[in-house]
């Protein structure tokens, strides 16, 4: 199993800047995908950003295209998301999610692909 635990949500004024990370434990050498999901009250949860370990495939959401980046130290096991210019639109719950299946590179931005979450962390934007 893989454990994972999300810190650096907060309250930010809009235009303003907030970096995510999720720290992986247990089995976090055989992830194979990591991603970035949101979910703001009344809404489905909807992918942001994610990666492929093995390189070649990324995803990233239309709607924070250009301003959040995705990124992880494979050394610390640790996942990033930067977000800048932040809109009122972005504030959700955001939570990091893995898996440890090579398959997952082809549906990267899919709820589904993913059986690791993490317990979420706050994100609100004024």
């Known amino acids: 199993d893989v454990q994972l635990v999300e810190s650096g949500g907060g309250s930010v004024q809009a235009g303003g800047s907030l970096r995510l990370s999720c720290q992986a434990s247990g089995y976090a050498s055989g992830v194979t995908c990591m991603a970035w999901f949101r979910q703001a009250p009344g809404k489905e949860r909807e992918a942001v950003a994610a990666?492929?370990?093995?390189?070649?495939?990324?995803y990233s959401a239309d709607s924070v295209k250009g301003r959040f980046t995705f990124s992880q130290d494979k050394a610390k096991n640790t996942a990033y998301l930067e977000m800048n210019s932040l809109k009122p639109e972005d504030t959700a719950t955001y939570y990091c999610?893995?898996?440890?299946?090579?398959?997952?590179?082809?549906?990267?931005?899919?709820?589904?692909?993913?059986?690791?979450w993490g317990q979420g962390t706050q994100v609100t934007v004024s």
């Open positions: 999610a893995a898996v440890s299946d090579w398959s997952c590179r082809l549906n990267l931005g899919t709820r589904s692909s993913y059986n690791f």
């Open positions: 990666s492929y370990s093995g390189g070649g495939f990324t």
